[in-house]
């Protein structure tokens, strides 16, 4: 699965983003001839390369066919949001890049309605409705659906500080809707202000992130394929721009080391049958493996330690599961690399009917194991001692083993 990490050292905003992808690998002509289904005029993107600091990066600016007449190159059409989502609705883009840039916009409407206590149909977006930022949100989403990226994970967000002037007059930084959005959000979005005079994360940009970033925080284990770099239009003094690492999540088939999320938490209020159900519903939502540990607790209570292994994508999903289906009010998360066996499940033929048997294999360790279920149903199914349809299973997997040495001699 492709993986995007966002490296937002110096902030990140729509034209970085798009620069980004092209640095990857995005074509230009896909760019484009994607960005006329839209049929939207008075614009034209410019692709050129530059160089910030010491870095050179890819540089994309949308440039309005209208700048001649004197308006700035962020403030000319004003929108609302029924006209953004029309645009894209009414085009013959992908139902995928529709949806999440509609995402978006609704992401930005919501705060930018908080931060200045109107409707979200009262709301003009000004820099984020303009012609240049639809180009930014969704050339985006075609850059991410061009290049197969499935995930996108993102740094702490590095903002600068002080005051910007846009078409409000003149802002703190973070401005008001950048402000909001972190503000807003189900989850926690590390954010950093560094000791730079200016807007470094814009609402675009923090938009996009918040929409498509699965999890914030360190690079992700994955096999990096490429590096990419996406230049912003601010002199900050240092360098100024979005790192992209794009790689492969997960190993190979045969691959012995992976990653998997531990989530902890200490129930000391909670009756056995709801304890018992909570366990079982968790299994059944992806959970790898869960169980419970007897503990003391303050007072000398006792209660049960739930611990839950899931993988790294599920790790919210499962969280709040826990959350609903106990009484716990916190859960701890471990992050833990892992060793484990190649596995793969062979049919054997028994007395009794067909079961599956797990196959691991590690090095020069084997390990094989009938399923349970299998047996179980057979032993129903022929009235024999479970144990019975066991040993057959083991018969024939002694068998096969015998067959695999033949055939190696």
């Given at each position: 699965?492709?993986?995007?990490?966002?490296?937002?050292?110096?902030?990140?905003?729509?034209?970085?983003?798009?620069?980004?992808?092209?640095?990857?690998?995005?074509?230009?002509?896909?760019?484009?001839?994607?960005?006329?289904?839209?049929?939207?005029?008075?614009?034209?993107?410019?692709?050129?390369?530059?160089?910030?600091?010491?870095?050179?990066?890819?540089?994309?600016?949308?440039?309005?066919?209208?700048?001649?007449?004197?308006?700035?190159?962020?403030?000319?059409?004003?929108?609302?949001?029924?006209?953004?989502?029309?645009?894209?609705?009414?085009?013959?883009?992908?139902?995928?890049?529709?949806?999440?840039?509609?995402?978006?916009?609704e992401e930005v409407a919501q705060a930018e309605a908080h931060v200045?206590?109107?409707?979200?149909?009262?709301?003009?977006?000004?820099?984020?409705?303009?012609?240049?930022?639809?180009?930014?949100?969704?050339?985006?989403?075609?850059?991410?659906?061009?290049?197969?990226?499935?995930?996108?994970?993102?740094?702490?967000?590095?903002?600068?500080?002080?005051?910007?002037?846009?078409?409000?007059?003149?802002?703190?930084?973070?401005?008001?809707?950048?402000?909001?959005?972190?503000?807003?959000?189900?989850?926690?979005?590390?954010?950093?202000?560094?000791?730079?005079?200016?807007?470094?994360?814009?609402?675009?940009?923090?938009?996009?992130?918040?929409?498509?970033?699965?999890?914030?925080?360190?690079?992700?284990?994955?096999?990096?394929?490429?590096?990419?770099?996406?230049?912003?239009?601010?002199?900050?003094?240092?360098?100024?721009?979005?790192?992209?690492?794009?790689?492969?999540?997960?190993?190979?088939?045969?691959?012995?080391?992976?990653?998997?999320?531990?989530?902890?938490?200490?129930?000391?209020?909670?009756?056995?049958?709801?304890?018992?159900?909570?366990?079982?519903?968790?299994?059944?939502?992806?959970?790898?493996?869960?169980?419970?540990?007897?503990?003391?607790?303050?007072?000398?209570?006792?209660?049960?330690?739930?611990?839950?292994?899931?993988?790294?994508?599920?790790?919210?999903?499962?969280?709040?599961?826990?959350?609903?289906?106990?009484?716990?009010?916190?859960?701890?998360?471990?992050?833990?690399?892992?060793?484990?066996?190649?596995?793969?499940?062979?049919?054997?033929?028994?007395?009794?009917?067909?079961?599956?048997?797990?196959?691991?294999?590690?090095?020069?360790?084997?390990?094989?194991?009938?399923?349970?279920?299998?047996?179980?149903?057979?032993?129903?199914?022929?009235?024999?001692?479970?144990?019975?349809?066991?040993?057959?299973?083991?018969?024939?997997?002694?068998?096969?083993?015998?067959?695999?040495?033949?055939?190696?001699?």
């Amino acid at each position: 699965m492709k993986i995007l990490y966002l490296d937002c050292f110096s902030g990140i905003s729509g034209d970085m983003l798009l620069g980004l992808l092209i640095d990857l690998g995005l074509k230009e002509s896909d760019l484009t001839g994607e960005l006329r289904k839209m049929n939207m005029g008075g614009y034209t993107v410019h692709f050129s390369k530059k160089r910030t600091g010491a870095i050179c990066g890819s540089d994309v600016t949308v440039m309005l066919t209208h700048e001649a007449h004197g308006k700035g190159h962020h403030h000319g059409l004003h929108r609302n949001l029924s006209d953004c989502c029309k645009i894209i609705h009414e085009s013959s883009l992908s139902e995928w890049v529709k949806t999440m840039s509609v995402r978006v916009f609704e992401e930005v409407a919501q705060a930018e309605a908080h931060v200045h206590g109107k409707s979200i149909d009262d709301v003009h977006f000004h820099e984020v409705g303009a012609v240049d930022s639809i180009v930014d949100i969704v050339g985006t989403f075609i850059g991410l659906e061009k290049l197969g990226i499935k995930k996108i994970h993102a740094s702490p967000l590095h903002d600068g500080h002080g005051f910007i002037t846009c078409a409000h007059g003149q802002m703190p930084v973070p401005v008001p809707a950048v402000a909001q959005m972190l503000a807003s959000g189900s989850r926690a979005i590390p954010y950093i202000q560094d000791d730079v005079a200016t807007e470094l994360v814009t609402p675009t940009g923090m938009a996009i992130v918040k929409t498509i970033a699965s999890k914030f925080g360190a690079v992700p284990m994955m096999n990096i394929q490429r590096i990419g770099y996406g230049t912003g239009k601010r002199s900050t003094g240092r360098i100024n721009a979005l790192r992209g690492i794009l790689g492969e999540q997960g190993q190979p088939e045969n691959s012995t080391q992976d990653e998997v999320v531990l989530l902890e938490a200490n129930i000391d209020d909670q009756t056995g049958e709801i304890l018992g159900y909570a366990m079982n519903h968790l299994l059944c939502q992806g959970a790898l493996d869960a169980y419970y540990t007897p503990i003391y607790m303050k007072k000398n209570r006792p209660a049960v330690k739930l611990s839950v292994l899931a993988k790294p994508e599920d790790e919210e999903k499962i969280t709040e599961i826990i959350f609903k289906e106990t009484t716990t009010l916190g859960v701890r998360v471990f992050h833990c690399p892992r060793y484990k066996m190649h596995r793969e499940f062979i049919q054997l033929a028994t007395p009794y009917g067909q079961i599956h048997v797990k196959h691991a294999i590690r090095n020069n360790v084997e390990k094989w194991a009938p399923e349970f279920d299998d047996c179980a149903f057979l032993a129903e199914e022929n009235q024999v001692p479970l144990t019975a349809v066991y040993d057959a299973a083991r018969q024939s997997i002694l068998q096969l083993q015998k067959n695999q040495t033949a055939d190696t001699m």
